[in-house]
């Protein structure tokens, strides 16, 4: 037995409770490259990447959207992350609030940011003009028809750029997709997630 | 210059309203190869594609996760596209509701279909596991949180297998992010979608 | 055989679903020739004229309602026609939706403005001043005991009459009862209505 | 002047506050005999016909509808009046649930039962058919779209004919109406309404 | 058997439903000397002194706070009772709307105002202030993630005071306790609640 | 100056954003032995009583009733802090959510089991007699007119008994209240309570 054989990730067999868990060993070599990257990177391979790999298919084209909504933006990062966190409590979905309200801990170097998203974002410390990205954020899951392009104004008035603005629909619509694929198929965050970032670090 | 020039696509400057829409010989050429397919399917170019080519890696990824949808799955065309538009109704979706309205009636060969559909999909002719498959879509977008084990066995007595359930849940959850970029961003529908498949043809 | 037994209409069967359609020889004879009036000028009869068939009293009632409605008003018949569909759309009846779709397209010559009211009335391509007139009408629709004062001076800002404001209140009102009936009763459109001014004819 | 003309009903100035009551010599005769039987019925002029006095048209044929609804029917004038006091309460409109509150009180010779309906049906002293009576009208008028065949089929199993069933959905729909006409136009109850019928008499 | 014992109060045993009504000779010494001034103070045992009679602890810590509220505050008494009726009739709590109902027309003189809060308490005719203490109270009770500073500032600016403000919020709140343990238990109005006031005594 | 004085608890100034944080020195001898008593407790002072410190008569009578909630009761403690954190989450109150999820995380020795409640406390790890308990007390938030008798039966077929349905009942209305004034006034979580009981310990 190699020493590589003996570093191959263990799915968490409890990553999602409502489909299969596929073993590591099973699935295409691309999405192997992706998780062994992923958890190299965390530590331990976030449970996404197990539940998607049910469906090797749409584990490619989520994290097509994800990388493009995280990498090709002028959003910050903790922007990006804050309307996820945002949107996914007013969706109440337990994966997303855990892990990525983990990343909005770290990225924004701030412990008690991602509990007051979850809990109502009105609470959040933030600036006033991200106070209106989140606004318009989570008008658009709660009530998508109701938004109009005076919202869009606001936040163009706030100092975001037209693709800026583009991007924070991006995102908040992505994750009622996210969303509901997690509620769906009972997607469990990893232990990990739940401490992340607390210290502040 | 040749005739293939000449029949170069023209996008729709009303394709969407809150943003720009590219001119078809500024987009990347994957994204032109794309537009043409689709552009002699259907004898004309579906505004989703003028839209999104405001922005070329959401409009890659979001094509890729259609494609998957829709060509990786044992549901037929028809039952994906019956879940769009019930959802897209519940969602007050413009765009979704007219487009894939069309579709539903050329791929069901019904020209009613859509319409209950969008206006209430109780009211569709369709078979009873057809029917459970249109509710647990739409519970998933009305009211996530809400949708329990017992919601997926309903689907798996109705006789759709694992993988179909995963599918059902994935159409839906992905409409919900694609009603929102398209009541975001104000897509409009192309006349030609409001008329086809009117005859039943 | 005479020529005028062959000419009697046929109520259709399928009129409703929750009720009996009483046969046209049966009917009163106020109701019969009503049916025929309405037949001539259509070229089929309407099914909510088979349904109503099932309660006498009642069809005259709404019949004299939706005369007064239609008859005695400054409202241009095509705005009465869009706050029917605007409502019934967010009323989710397939009845309504259908039905009035079709005068919407035939009296405002519009062969999309049907689809955009019953999907979401905000993306209609109307003047400023009925958009305003839509806006009350679903609002009284969706929060009745929330329509205040103000709603009703921002239509009179908007130009319309008092008596006209009245009016635009007691159409959505109406028809908040009538697409009740539709729904209880399973009321169910007539083919020919999913077809009528498609072609903006 | 004769002592006719001494005994005319004033009509109540405030019986509405968004648009003018008309007086009671400008109405047509047809309106003001049926003021003159209203008024000598209560002994005073219920403020509904003063209000609907400022369009003749309309209030001819809410009469029209209202005198079918709990004349020609097999339910109880009770039942009838406890349909719309509970869909009433549901809807907040003061009107309809002060005057039928009223009538509730009369016609059930139960001093509670209005009250005990505007705030809640469930907590009525009823039997238990009419509970489901009032659970289908509450439904109908809450969600309508969610009303489904079962729901009349309950209806049936309690003892109701067909008719009745008929019945109950047309006087909850109305009702949707008319608490939306009277919240548009603002019509206050007659000081009389609130008191009549509480010492069980 | 002395004249004391024969005045001893009789707790209704109608005073919930779901939960036992305790005797009143079982009751601890405290209760019953509450219960005794009460009862002396209405000329009957208002059923919510039997009702968490059920739970002596209950019982103290709810008439603390309930005094609290109507004693140490620069709010009026009728006040204090208009928001409890208005946000009864938005709870549906049939007990609150119908004791505290009593206690409005008493405190405010006012025998039509309490069914015009229960009904819709924008329709009751009290000074743009009260609106205002009637607006932010209804907005606590039915989003209460949605009041902002803004909402506070609002009620100082109409003239209440810091604290006042804070009672506002205080009395809403509580009685979006006291409705759920109403509605829970099924606590019963008594008869006589339903009927005082009614002559503007 | 003495040893004592100088251990004498600072109240901290940003405990609540809306109404002024009283100076401890400034409050009532009973208060502030209470206070004395939980930051000994505790290892700091709880912000709830910074906050409550503004109007002492509501302090006395809060605490008197969080002490009946959790003191005389047959519910375990941690049962307690399940139905405060679940009902917490569902009215989006960001101090009950943090301060009270610590309790959870205490109580029940699990550092997950609070973030599962607050964002949907179906993905709860808990007895299935306990996701009984979370559902009617959600439900009595939610809903509170719905909540009725067959809820209550549920709660004893999965083994409460009577007092400990209405202790379930209590806790969740009891909350209802709780959460508006913590949003009313915008309390904010102490520092300490983000990460206590992260560690499972």
Known sequence: MSDQSAAEPTLNEDAQRRFPVPAYGDLPEDLRERI???TERAGFTPNV???LGYKPSHFRAFMAFHDALVEDTDLDREEVEMIIVAVSGRNHCLYCNV???ALVRIYAKDPHL???LVS????ADVSDARMAMLEVAVKLTEEPDGVTGADLDMLLEAGYSR???WDVGAVAAFFNFSNRMATFADWRPNEEFY???RGGE
């Open 36 to 38: 062994d990257e992923e």
């Open 195 to 197: 401490a992340l970032g």
């Open 49 to 51: 990447f197990a539940a």
């Open 120 to 123: 109502n974002y009105r609470t």
């Open 114 to 116: 991602a509990d007051q």
């Open 163 to 165: 693709e800026e603005v």
């Open 99 to 101: 892990a990525h309200g």
